[in-house]
């Protein structure tokens, strides 16, 4: 048994802001943001839109898109690094918000490979017969844990959610390949609060994400294509027989390079970042809900999802619609 994909679904928070309204918080201007990372604009949740709140719509829309009610789910999964409370879990807020009385539900912490990590999961419960029918949710307010006076990093987050909802079926294809380098785990980080008062560190800005956003380039433009390379091994597929490649969209020119270090063509890459900037675990999962609500997906079609984040970690997962 084998995880499928029934449904997607997503959630974009109503407020846009464009690289103009950054030019005037942070030294920074349009044409550097497209240039260097292909953004154009981002959503930022309001008030009304905690992490909760758009991991729930993101799950209605999916549940609504497989034809399933929610008594039906057995597992809800979200990925999150940026949940609005540590306890309950957003999973179990979800729960309460759509009503999925039977579903077992936890968060996944692993950054911008979260969502590809709780996928994994889910189908290692699915696999085992432990259940049938998963949520799987990525969900993010990154503009909370977002430094708004550092130009480096603040141009390129943005708030959202996506959902997929699996079903244990006969007919399921999933191989997963992930890897994780906690050994550079201090390129890219976030150090809580908390922390940083029982330590006395004064408040600073280490509240925020920070990076070094060389390092995860360089990072993220060799793994990738190593790890697709890798997954397209254990599974015994050739790159032609795959209909598209679903990367996180953390940058433009990262799935320029991954396309062109495997040899393909862009138009097996479809991107999305231009309007919603990186939203980490969320990232992956809009898209593909972008995609299928497009028709671009036939079944029988080979789908390669891959990202790399915090930890640092990444992986790809290859799957048949
Ligand atoms: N606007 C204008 N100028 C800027 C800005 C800005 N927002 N930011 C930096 N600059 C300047 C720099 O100061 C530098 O100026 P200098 O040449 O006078 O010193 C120049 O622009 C070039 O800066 P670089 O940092 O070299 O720019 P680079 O081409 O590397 O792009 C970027 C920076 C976009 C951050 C890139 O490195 C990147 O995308 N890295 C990957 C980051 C990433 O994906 N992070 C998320 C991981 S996922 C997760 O888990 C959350």
């Known amino acids: 048994?084998?995880?499928?994909?029934?449904?997607?679904?997503?959630?974009?928070?109503?407020?846009?802001?464009?690289?103009?309204?950054?030019?005037?918080?942070?030294?920074?201007?349009?044409?550097?943001?497209?240039?260097?990372?292909?953004?154009?604009?981002?959503?930022i949740a309001g008030n009304r839109e905690p992490t909760v709140?758009?991991?729930?719509?993101?799950?209605?829309?999916?549940?609504?898109?497989?034809?399933?009610?929610?008594?039906?789910?057995d597992l809800i999964l979200v990925a999150t690094i940026s949940p609005g409370e540590i306890m309950p879990c957003t999973?179990?807020?979800?729960?309460?918000?759509?009503?999925?009385?039977?579903?077992?539900?936890?968060?996944?912490s692993s950054a911008c490979t979260g969502f590809l990590f709780a996928l994994n999961t889910?189908?290692?419960?699915?696999?085992?017969?432990?259940?049938?029918?998963?949520?799987?949710?990525?969900?993010?307010?990154?503009?909370?844990?977002?430094?708004?006076?550092?130009?480096?990093?603040?141009i390129l987050f943005g708030d959202g959610a996506g959902a997929a909802v699996l079903q244990a079926s006969p007919e399921g294809f999933y191989?997963?390949?992930?890897?994780?380098?906690g050994e550079k785990g201090s390129v890219l980080t976030c150090t809580s609060r908390n922390q940083e008062k029982y330590e006395d560190i004064p408040a600073a800005a280490e509240t925020y994400m920070q990076m070094d956003g060389k390092e995860v380039f360089k990072f993220a433009?060799?793994?990738e294509p190593e790890v697709i390379r890798e997954l397209l091994e254990q599974s015994g597929k050739k790159q032609e027989e795959i209909r598209y490649y679903l990367l996180h969209q953390a940058n433009e020119r990262i799935v320029k390079s991954v396309a062109k270090r495997l040899g393909e063509?862009?138009?097996?890459?479809?991107?999305?970042?231009?309007?919603?900037?990186?939203?980490?675990?969320?990232?992956?999962?809009?898209?593909?809900?972008?995609?299928?609500?497009?028709?671009?997906?036939?079944?029988?079609?080979?789908?390669?999802?891959?990202?790399?984040g915090g930890g640092l970690s990444y992986g790809a997962s290859l799957l048949r619609w």
């Open 1 to 43: 048994m084998v995880g499928k994909i029934i449904g997607t679904g997503s959630y974009i928070p109503e407020q846009v802001w464009e690289n103009e309204k950054l030019s005037q918080m942070v030294d920074t201007n349009d044409e550097w943001i497209r240039e260097r990372t292909g953004i154009a604009r981002r959503h």
């Open 53 to 73: 709140y758009m991991a729930a719509e993101a799950a209605k829309a999916a549940l609504d898109n497989a034809g399933i009610r929610a008594e039906e789910v």
């Open 91 to 108: 999973a179990c807020g979800v729960q309460e918000r759509i009503g999925a009385s039977r579903a077992t539900c936890f968060d996944l």
């Open 122 to 154: 889910a189908q290692a419960y699915l696999g085992m017969g432990i259940y049938r029918t998963a949520l799987v949710i990525g969900a993010e307010r990154l503009s909370n844990l977002t430094n708004w006076k550092d130009r480096g990093t603040c």
């Open 175 to 181: 191989v997963q390949v992930t890897h994780s380098t």
């Open 221 to 223: 433009v060799s793994r």
């Open 265 to 308: 063509s862009m138009e097996k890459f479809p991107m999305n970042i231009s309007q919603y900037g990186n939203t980490s675990s969320a990232s992956i999962p809009i898209l593909m809900d972008e995609q299928n609500r497009k028709g671009a997906f036939s079944s029988g079609d080979f789908l390669v999802l891959s990202g790399f």
